[in-house]
């Protein structure tokens, strides 16, 4: 429901608000470019459980998937993994308005202010330097808004399947998602113009993320083509 501060409120938001914007993506219409390659969208299970189950992100399954994929071809299967890019979609802390220093001051993610790219020195998110730019190129170029956050260094942070999946298959991983408040809470509150973002970042990633990839290579670099 949006409220006078074009805000909305969902107690499953965490969980679910990234799954309805890939499936908006999916099902809101064609696309404008033509999709290069295998488009892959992929739901996990028992996330908050520590995602350790048979269709959790802790599986095999992915790279399972990936090895159809490539019909047992284990050096198509590298070149593939090579030249992959997954978004892993959770959604962020906002910076809530009692509380503004829990955020760094240069990392305050707000409401309404579009996706929300996480960064962890420890790793507790995937997101690499290389990853963020090239998102931030894609944003850019599309005129999407894109915020990013960092939780402060003496402070605990959380993770999300991101790390999980990158690991088990060495795919470049970017951890992003919608900021809201009161996570976790009966009553989580999001603003309502950030999943129409997401929903325009996460199709310019489909159509136009393997253009920018390519695009991104110079002499200090590995061309993932060439790989």
Known sequence: DRTVNEAFKFNKEEQLLP???MIEKELGGETEKKVTGVAVLCLYDHEEVGSQSAHGAGTELTNLVLDRLCEGNSVLHAHCVARSFLLSAD???GVHPNYVSKHEINFQPSLNGGVTMKHNSN???ATTAIGA???RELALRNDIPLQEVMVRNDSPCGSTIGPII???TALRTVDLGCPQL????IREMGGASDPYHAVALYKAFYEQFAEIDSQACDENCVD???I
Do not use: A, G
């Open 133 to 135: 730019s090239l998102l």
């Open 19 to 21: 799954v309805l914007e």
């Open 123 to 125: 790793q507790r998110y």
């Open 166 to 168: 990158s690991s088990k």
């Open 91 to 93: 959604q962020v802390h």
């Open 182 to 185: 009161s996570m976790h809470s």
């Open 224 to 226: 993932p083509t060439l």
